[in-house]
Nanobody
Framework: QVQLVESGGGLVQAGGSLRLSCAAS????????MGWYRQAPGKEREMVAVTSGGSTYYLDSVKGRFTISGDFDKNTVYLQMNSLKPEDTAVYYC???????????WGKGTLVTVSS
């Protein structure tokens, strides 16, 4: 089993910045991809950014504002969020995946609220 613990959420004004962190512990040897997803009230969960170390992918609406970075030796992933907008308000979830069967883990989420 793998446990993911997120931190860094909070309340920020539009235009501000936040940095989310996620640390994985437990049976982490199969983890090869880590990322961030978010779910706003009344909406489906969506991918925000993922990284495999060598490759990164971003939701179009966050490109140029958010930066994901990962340290797979430490099984941690970060999401630097700049120029935040009210529409970025959501619960942000950390995800860890890999090639081993069943490697798909989720954190409990951290709330990001951007006020206008």
């Amino acid at each position: 089993q793998v446990q993911l613990v997120e931190s860094g959420g909070g309340l920020v004004q539009a235009g501000g910045s936040l940095r989310l962190s996620c640390a994985a512990s437990g049976d982490t040897f199969c983890i090869s991809v880590m990322g961030w997803y978010r779910q706003a009230p009344g909406k489906e969960r969506e991918m925000v950014a993922v990284t495999s170390g060598g490759s990164t992918y971003y939701l179009d609406s966050v490109k140029g504002r958010f930066t994901i970075s990962g340290d797979f030796d430490k099984n941690t992933v970060y999401l630097q969020m700049n120029s935040l907008k009210p529409e970025d308000t959501a619960v942000y979830y950390c995800n860890a995946g890999g090639s081993c069967p069943g490697t798909d883990y989720w954190g409990k989420g951290t709330l990001v609220t951007v006020s206008s």
